[in-house]
């Protein structure tokens, strides 16, 4: 899976890997001591792709990163048994692994490039998240009450446009490098067709449904509208107003997760 941070990509990685044929593994070309921490959704147990090279250099001569990624890749499919395997990337993962998409390209690896289309909503869910110092939440766990978070004004735009604009320019990249992907939208497998949809990436990844709903373990960071989760709210809706991103002000939730318990 290919994604932004806070597209609800967790809840989706975590989501399909219930699927009795996948093995879904989280961020294993990130960094940011996740291997120490551990994670709170997908599948576990698999090192990360920097802790392998560590393993590696150990008392022999180091290969070069690239020849190192494709026998990680291996690795990591000859151990399982499922149908298909994969893991969550983000593009900053990507572009800080030159030589990875190209390796996947010619695994013919599909790809499910999720996408969420309110960048407002994954601008605000990220503020949330990093004030109450907790990116995921699984069921059960308690958090703090919310307190709602300032944005700046000056600048939301240009941080919405980046993020669209780091969209298409991975779609661009995806398409030139002749990847097998599908897009899906957060919205959609969160909305009233969410189930439908979902079956739509099973059946892209070549998997039938399976007899019991999929399920996840997290659970949402903020439940909360739009308007309640941003403290200057009124200030944020004079800078979009009038610009392409004014029709994101309505939307209903600021979870990077899922937006019920049915998700």
Same mark, same amino acid.
């Given at each position: 899976?290919? $994604?932004?941070?806070?597209?609800?990509?967790?809840?989706?990685?975590? /989501?399909?890997?219930?699927?009795?044929?996948?093995?879904? %593994?989280?961020?294993? *070309?990130?960094?940011?001591?996740?291997?120490?921490?551990?994670?709170?959704?997908?599948?576990?147990? *698999?090192? %990360?792709?920097?802790?392998?090279?560590?393993?590696?250099?150990?008392?022999?001569? $180091?290969?070069?990163?690239?020849?190192?990624?494709?026998? %990680?890749?291996?690795?990591?499919?000859?151990?399982?048994?499922?149908?298909?395997?994969? *893991?969550?990337?983000?593009?900053?993962?990507?572009? /800080?692994?030159?030589?990875?998409?190209?390796?996947?390209?010619?695994?013919?690896?599909?790809?499910?490039?999720?996408?969420?289309?309110?960048? /407002?909503?994954?601008?605000?869910?990220?503020?949330?998240?990093?004030?109450?110092?907790?990116?995921?939440?699984?069921?059960?766990?308690?958090?703090?009450?919310?307190?709602?978070?300032?944005?700046?004004?000056?600048?939301?735009?240009?941080?919405?446009?980046?993020? @669209?604009?780091?969209?298409?320019?991975?779609?661009?990249?995806?398409?030139?490098?002749? +990847?097998?992907?599908?897009?899906?939208?957060? @919205? @959609? /497998?969160?909305?009233?067709?969410?189930?439908?949809?979902?079956?739509?990436?099973?059946?892209?990844?070549?998997? @039938?449904?399976?007899?019991?709903? +999929?399920?996840?373990?997290? $659970?949402?960071?903020?439940?909360?509208?739009?308007?309640?989760?941003?403290?200057?709210?009124?200030?944020?809706?004079?800078?979009?107003?009038?610009?392409? *991103?004014?029709?994101?002000?309505?939307?209903?939730?600021?979870?990077?997760?899922?937006?019920?318990?049915?998700?």
């Amino acid at each position: 899976m290919l $994604t932004l941070a806070r597209t609800g990509s967790s809840w989706l990685v975590d /989501l399909l890997d219930s699927h009795p044929h996948v093995v879904a %593994y989280g961020e294993l *070309f990130g960094l940011d001591g996740r291997e120490e921490n551990g994670e709170k959704y997908g599948r576990q147990g *698999f090192p %990360y792709f920097e802790t392998y090279l560590r393993e590696r250099r150990r008392g022999r001569r $180091t290969p070069p990163r690239l020849v190192a990624r494709i026998a %990680y890749l291996n690795e990591l499919t000859r151990i399982h048994a499922a149908k298909t395997v994969g *893991f969550k990337l983000t593009y900053k993962e990507a572009s /800080l692994n030159p030589g990875l998409l190209p390796a996947l390209t010619l695994r013919r690896a599909p790809v499910v490039h999720l996408i969420r289309s309110n960048a /407002l909503d994954a601008v605000v869910s990220w503020e949330v998240a990093r004030s109450r110092r907790t990116f995921h939440v699984r069921d059960g766990e308690q958090l703090p009450p919310l307190a709602p978070v300032r944005l700046d004004a000056r600048s939301l735009a240009q941080q919405l446009d980046w993020r @669209e604009f780091a969209v298409t320019r991975m779609r661009a990249r995806i398409l030139s490098l002749r +990847l097998p992907y599908i897009e899906a939208f957060y @919205e @959609e /497998l969160t909305g009233p067709r969410g189930e439908e949809k979902i079956a739509g990436i099973l059946e892209y990844l070549g998997l @039938e449904p399976p007899p019991d709903e +999929l399920t996840s373990r997290l $659970t949402r960071v903020s439940d909360v509208p739009t308007s309640s989760a941003i403290e200057n709210f009124d200030e944020v809706c004079d800078a979009l107003a009038g610009t392409r *991103f004014e029709w994101m002000l309505g939307s209903r939730s600021v979870s990077g997760e899922r937006p019920d318990s049915t998700s």
